[in-house]
Structure formats: structure tokens, C-alpha cells
């Protein structure tokens, strides 16, 4: 018994020791040995004269599996200077401090992370290169010592680093750029292109003219465009290739394009710089030259419906509404009216909205409400006297908001402008939901004011056939009634061709027709005598300057008859279904979905002799107990 206590006590005393072993076995043992990996004479990572700034590492390296955790990092040392100097015979100078930085923040190393960088940062590689070209920086070096509060290996605890900065040799194409020509221009027209550099070269290098499919490719994604190029023969150069001898800084050929090649259709030449070996100038990469129709000249297209666009923008003088909601002239771009109706960059210190302070390039975005098909942009200028005060800018349309295509440039000379025009801009088509008009000149500059006037933008779709706007009928000779009207001159503003007046339903005991204040309204529109037409078109109350009475109007149909009926269609609606009625369509303007005062028109499935025009309303966006409100600015007749 006494021989088993024994043994149990050996063992438990051996366990003892163990566990002491364990708790103290980095004792009487080196700390972690601290030293840098890259060490000696080294020459940085090179860098260009171009860059902003530039960075070097200095790599440190902890051995041993401690669990210690110890500080490193480097610092200017004029010793370490001197005793590479002595050792190796040399003559190097430190270099000035103010062309870098040293990290002054020490960096952690520990058994789990046993490397880790510190950097040399070059904060001016131009400055640093200047004195490369007017000293030379053969002899010049940023000698380190590493600090650190482990065990510092003393064979390999300094740097020496040489700066390499270059100059960046960059090819450029000196006519890189986008041009916008509209009508592909009126006679051959033959361009230099030159490449050049900025130095001379040691040897020749060859160089490309790239005029290719791949070419309008890299250029369509690069611009987000979708750009085609013209048929064979429209344009050339006379050396695809070039050479630009050593000792030389540029080489030239030429550009010739000739209009009689073109096909009358947005295209795109492209001539892009390549050059293998060697780096071209991203901005000077490039010339590409958009053709496009005149205005008048391309068919192809149909109207965008603007019902629905939104407008948004931060350069407007003034605000216009009713009700307590003001909203900015801009909205006025897509109202759909082109007399007394625009909007006005600021032009004085009264202006509502004006980051700018007057000055330009100034902007607006138009939201389709979803992407569309499009071949083109339109602008209306304003009307009267100031028709003119816009100079220059350009179109740019974007499918998702954030990603924008340069598609058309557009100039206007003052003196030169009609306010009855719309002017179409063209290019080949593309996927878009919004547009942006920048204005970067402007025709009208009062003191640090630089003015700008609009009345409408547009926007449109390619098409299979030429487009031709619907033609409306002379309204001289017509003559309306209506169930209800407020006043006795009211019904005629219907067919007064004045879409700055309208027709309104009662809406008080003031009335005409007090007894007749609810729904529904019916309006009747007599052409005097039988007329072939396609169609009706109308146009809602105009009224976004003064109140928000647009929005009252909100649902019913468009009736049209050859002869008139027995009923009294003022009070029964037997008249819908006596066969002697032709729906032409069906109205519903919904609470403020768009500011679109017109024209909406309303096509019957085909050509039909009609002499009345009947508008049934059936509901209003704006009712009470007492009355339901309904107004229309006009009513008309079209054919196509």
C-alpha cells in the first residue's frame, strides 16, 4: 500500500513540473527576431511623372512562433546613409524630403500575422521627375533604419531606395475628339490627322488608324452609344498605317469623306489611334464624326406621346400654379403649349432657382416614364422677341439615369431663329427613359447673367413609313352647345383655335345652366356640314399658371355622327346606342399623372363622314356636393 502512495506522488509532482514548464517556456528564450525582407540598395516600383501619387513598400518579416506581439517601422537615417557610403565606396545623397513621405504609424506583427508592408509615398512624381531631368537621380536615396520594439536583426534592419519615375510616353491623335455634323456636310471634305508625342522616340514605331466595326464597338462602349457606320466609300484615310520615325514627334495622313457616299441616315466615322507597345492619351484616343439628317430632311419617325413625362431641373427663374403648389417653368417645357408658354433660365438676382449664379452650362432631365425606342430629340424655342437666346449645347439620353450618351449638339445664331420650327435632332436608334438638354451658350448675356428660354422638348420613335402630321379642319362656320356651361361665351372657346381659352361646366349658381352643376357633361360640336375626317383631336384646359383646373377633367368618350338625332341628348344617353354614333375613343386623365395639356387624339378605325362631335364626361377629378368640374380648351376635326 505504502508503494502505490508513492508512485501516485512521483506522478503527481511530475504533473506539476509539466504545467511549470508550459507557463514559462519562452522564458531564457530570444524574443522574436525583427529584420526587413527587402533590405540594401533597391530600386522602387516605378512610377510616372503623370501620377498623383505614388507608393513603395518596405517589407517586414518577424520570425518565430511567439505569442508576443511586437512594433515595427522604419525612419530617415542619415547613419545608415553614411555607413553604405563608407562600406561600399559610394557617393549617395539623401534625397530631399519633400518629394515623399514615410509612414509614421507602426505596424503589429504577430504569430498569427508575422509580415506586414510599411511605405515610402512619392507625393509629387512630377516635381520628382523635373529634378530627374535637370540633376539626374542616379545618386539620390531614401535610407530607412527599421525601430521596433522586439529583437532587431542587425544584418538586415536598413534600406536604401532609389526612386524610378518615368515620363509616360503617351501617343496622341491631335484631332481626338466627337463632332456632331448635321446634313453629312455639302462637299468633300478632307481632314490632316496627325499622331504625335511629346518627345522623340528612340526607333520607329508603327502605328494604326483603326476605321473598323471594332472601332465604332470600343466607341459605342465607351460613350454608351449605339452608332453605326455609314456604307463603304463615305469616308477614308489615305494611310491606315503609319510610321513615326526615331527622332521625330509626329507623323500625318489624311481624312476624306465624301458626302455623295452617304446614305442620308444617322452614322458614325470613327478613326481610333492604336499602337502596340505603347500607351495612347485616353483623351486624345479618338475622332469620331456623327453624321445626321436636317431637321426636315429624315421621315422615319413618329412623335413620342408625352402624356405622362416628368421634368426635373435645377435653373429656372420662376414657379407657376395655383391651389398653394407651385411648381417650376420648367414643367411648362412639356406642357404641350407653344405660345406664352415657356420656361426662362434665371436672368436677375430674383431668380427662384440658381446654382449657377447666372452663369452656364445649365441643364434640365426629362423622364419618359419608361425606356422607349429612340431616333431622335426636338426643341420648340420660345415664342416672340426672345426666340433666340439659346446658342449651343447638346442632347444626351440614358436608359438607366446614371450611365449618359452624347447622341446631338445643337447652334442657333441670333437673328436666324424660327420660333414656329420645331428643330429635330437625329441619330441612329437606341434604348432610353430619359434625356438631358445641357445649354453651354447662350445668345442673350445681361451682365453675369447668360439667359435661356424654352417652350417644349419632344422626343421620337424610328417608324417603318414617313412620318405626316395629322392635318386639322378649318373650324370657320362651327358652332357647339353643351348641358352645362358657366357662362354664355364659354361653349364658344371650344372652336376658337385658342388653346389659351376653354369651355367649364357650371360650377355655381352663377351659372348659365344651374340646374346641370353634376355629372355627367355632354358637349356637341356641329362642323355645319358633312366632313371626312380620322379622327378628333382635343386639348385640356390650359391653365397651369393659374390654378390646378387641368386636372379636373377626368374621364369619358368621343363620339362622332353624320346627322344629328331625334333625342334629347343633353339629358339621355338613348343616343349611344341608336347605331347612328361611331365611338372614336375614351378619355381618362388621371389626378396629376401628367401635365400634358394636349393635343390627345382620338382615331376612328377608319376614314368616316361625320358633321357632330359629341364628348360624353362621365367623371371629374375634382367633385363636391354641390358641383363636379370638367373644362376643355378645344375640340377639332383631322384627317391624316
Not at 522574436?32 to 540598395?41: K, P, R
Not at 525601430?147 to 536583426?153: F, K, L, P
Not at 489615305?238 to 469623306?257: D, Y
Request: proline fraction near 5%; glycine fraction near 8%; aromatic fraction near 12%.
Amino acid at each position: 500500500m505504502k508503494k502505490f502512495k508513492y508512485i501516485a506522488f512521483i506522478f503527481s509532482a511530475l504533473g506539476m513540473l509539466s504545467v511549470s514548464c508550459e507557463n514559462e517556456r519562452d522564458n531564457n528564450l530570444p524574443g522574436a527576431a525583427i529584420y526587413i525582407v527587402n533590405d540594401g540598395l533597391q530600386t522602387s516600383e516605378t512610377f510616372y511623372s503623370v501620377d498623383e501619387v505614388a507608393k513603395t513598400p518596405v517589407r517586414v518579416f518577424r520570425s518565430g512562433y511567439f505569442d508576443q506581439t511586437v512594433m515595427a517601422s522604419v525612419e530617415l537615417s542619415e547613419k545608415v546613409l553614411a555607413e553604405y557610403n563608407r562600406i561600399n565606396a559610394a557617393d549617395y545623397k539623401l534625397l530631399p524630403e519633400e518629394y515623399y513621405e514615410v509612414d509614421a504609424k507602426p505596424i503589429a506583427l504577430t504569430s498569427d500575422n508575422r509580415a506586414g508592408n510599411l511605405y515610402v509615398t512619392f507625393t509629387d512624381p512630377a516635381a520628382l521627375f523635373a529634378l530627374k531631368e535637370s540633376e539626374g537621380l542616379e545618386n539620390y536615396v531614401i535610407p530607412l533604419e527599421l525601430v521596433s520594439d522586439g529583437v532587431v536583426n542587425n544584418d538586415h534592419n536598413s534600406i536604401l531606395i532609389l526612386p524610378d519615375v518615368l515620363e509616360q510616353v503617351l501617343l496622341s491623335l491631335d484631332q481626338a475628339e466627337t463632332q456632331f455634323i448635321v446634313d453629312g456636310g455639302v462637299s468633300p471634305d478632307d481632314r490632316k490627322l496627325t499622331v504625335s508625342v511629346a518627345r522623340p522616340l528612340k526607333e520607329d514605331v508603327v502605328v494604326s488608324l483603326d476605321m473598323s466595326q471594332e472601332a465604332i464597338d470600343w466607341y459605342n462602349t465607351a460613350h454608351h452609344t449605339s452608332f453605326r457606320l455609314p456604307s463603304s466609300g463615305f469616308a477614308s484615310v489615305a494611310e491606315n498605317s503609319l510610321v513615326l520615325k526615331s527622332g521625330q514627334t509626329s507623323v500625318s495622313t489624311t481624312l476624306r469623306v465624301d458626302p455623295s457616299g452617304w446614305g442620308g441616315e444617322p452614322c458614325a466615322v470613327p478613326v481610333r489611334l492604336v499602337a502596340d507597345g505603347f500607351a495612347v492619351d485616353p483623351d486624345k484616343e479618338c475622332l469620331l464624326l456623327h453624321f445626321a439628317p436636317a431637321s426636315e430632311d429624315f421621315k422615319m419617325y413618329e412623335p413620342l406621346d408625352r402624356y405622362g413625362w416628368k421634368i426635373d431641373g435645377q435653373y429656372y427663374h420662376g414657379t407657376v400654379g395655383g391651389s398653394g403648389k407651385q411648381i417650376p417653368t420648367l414643367w411648362r417645357i412639356i406642357d404641350g403649349v407653344t405660345v406664352n408658354s415657356f420656361w426662362d433660365a434665371p436672368y436677375n438676382s430674383s431668380a427662384v432657382s440658381d446654382p449657377n449664379k447666372g452663369k452656364m452650362p445649365i441643364d434640365f432631365t426629362i423622364d419618359f416614364g419608361a425606356v422607349k425606342t429612340v431616333c431622335g430629340l426636338g426643341i420648340r424655342n420660345r415664342d416672340g422677341a426672345y426666340c433666340d437666346r439659346l446658342k449651343a449645347g447638346y442632347f444626351e439620353i440614358s436608359k438607366d439615369g446614371d450611365s449618359w450618351a452624347r447622341v446631338a449638339e445643337f447652334g442657333f445664331v441670333k437673328g436666324q431663329v424660327d420660333p414656329n420650327l420645331d428643330y429635330k435632332y437625329w441619330f441612329e436608334p437606341a434604348e432610353a427613359r430619359y434625356m438631358r438638354m445641357t445649354i453651354t451658350e447662350s445668345n442673350a448675356i445681361n451682365g453675369e447673367y447668360h439667359q435661356a428660354s424654352l417652350a417644349e422638348a419632344y422626343a421620337y420613335a424610328p417608324a417603318d413609313k414617313p412620318y405626316k402630321p395629322l392635318s386639322k379642319l378649318s373650324q370657320e362656320g362651327w358652332s357647339v352647345d353643351a348641358n352645362s356651361y358657366q357662362n354664355n361665351d364659354t361653349c364658344g372657346k371650344l372652336i376658337d383655335g385658342n388653346v389659351g381659352s376653354h369651355w367649364e361646366a357650371g360650377y355655381n349658381s352663377g351659372s348659365k345652366t344651374p340646374d346641370n352643376l353634376k355629372l355627367p357633361f355632354v358637349i356637341q360640336v356641329d362642323m355645319a356640314s358633312v366632313q371626312s375626317i380620322d379622327g378628333v383631336e382635343m386639348w385640356r384646359r390650359n391653365t397651369i399658371g393659374k390654378n390646378e383646373s387641368i386636372f379636373g377633367l377626368k374621364s369619358g368618350s368621343i363620339w362622332v355622327s353624320e346627322r344629328a338625332d331625334d333625342s334629347d341628348w343633353k339629358t339621355s344617353t338613348a343616343w349611344q346606342t341608336s347605331g347612328a354614333w361611331t365611338k372614336a375613343g375614351e378619355f381618362d386623365f388621371e389626378m396629376n399623372a401628367s401635365i400634358l395639356v394636349g393635343p390627345f387624339y382620338y382615331m376612328l378605325p377608319q376614314t368616316t363622314n361625320a358633321r357632330y362631335i359629341r364628348i360624353y364626361i362621365t367623371d371629374s377629378n375634382d367633385k363636391n356636393t354641390t358641383r363636379d368640374t370638367a373644362a376643355i380648351s378645344e375640340i377639332s376635326a383631322v384627317r391624316k
